[in-house]
DNA sequence: ACACGGATACTA
DNA sequence: AGTATCCGTGTC
């Protein structure tokens, strides 16, 4: 499992280095290959910036801890705390690669293509049977839910990309988007997100 | 392109 | 109270 001091640094370097990692939900995993930081520094598109409750969400409770909630009224989304100093946030979950339980996942998307299964924030909740009970998990214990590094040999890590977030308006353009290189399980691939929000072509 | 849908923050 | 907004998905 990761450890708790992984998350009790800045966003965006927790968010760059999720990449890679494998989350680990019950009996189904995927390697996570999209990311996205949101920041209580600069950042209006970040709850923690923009929310009371959420900023007091983050002064009580440790890094490591699970933040997950209802967008659209529909989709569940799964963020981790990360409390970096000055510089706490959450990152948010956006896309696996998935590896473990993937009879599961499929049940429970009701799709076959592997490669639709967590190829989005929503999706990958929906896939992993995660909702707000999981909301102030801690990420950190145990072996049931959480983290876990995939041994890469030197120089064969997974790499990394930036890009700008998807489909906010605030704060639209820091590229605090973070993806792995050439992956076909992205929700959208590198370089299509315009600073709208909106997806091109 | 558009419907679906609930929590939160803000205005009164 | 009502309104605007929001880190999306599936189907049209």
């Known amino acids: 499992m990761i450890e708790r001091s ?7 370097t927790c968010a760059r280095e999720l990449i890679g990692c494998e989350l680990v939900w019950l009996g189904c995993a995927g390697v996570i290959v999209e990311t996205e ?31 997950v909630y209802l967008n659209y009224g529909v989709h569940w989304l799964l963020n981790v705390l990360v409390k970096g100093g000055r510089e706490d946030g ?4 956006r896309a696996l690669e998935p590896t473990k339980g993937i009879e599961k996942m499929m049940e429970r998307r009701g799709v076959t293509k592997i490669a639709h299964l967590c190829s989005g924030p929503g999706k ?12 102030l998990r801690d990420l950190c214990v145990g072996g049931r839910r959480g983290f876990r590094q995939l ?3 030197p120089g064969r890590a997974a790499e990394v990309v930036a890009d ?4 906010i308006t605030r704060s639209a353009h820091h590229p605090w988007r973070f993806l792995a290189r050439d ?3 992205v929700s959208v691939g590198h370089g299509k997100v315009r600073a709208s929000g909106k997806r091109s072509g």
Not at 6 to 12: A, K, M, S, T, W
Not at 58 to 63: G, L, R, V
Not at 164 to 167: D, E, T
Request: proline share 5%.
């Open 6 to 12: 992984f998350f009790e640094r800045d966003p965006l």
């Open 37 to 67: 930081a949101y920041s209580a520094v600069d950042d209006e598109a970040s709850h923690i910036f923009m929310r009371p409750s959420i900023r007091k969400f983050a002064e009580i409770h440790d890094p490591g801890t699970a933040y």
């Open 90 to 93: 959450f990152v948010l979950f």
């Open 124 to 135: 990958l909740t929906q896939a992993l049977g995660v909702d707000g009970r999981d909301n």
């Open 151 to 153: 041994a890469t040999e």
């Open 164 to 167: 700008l977030r998807v489909g």
């Open 183 to 185: 992956s076909s399980f």
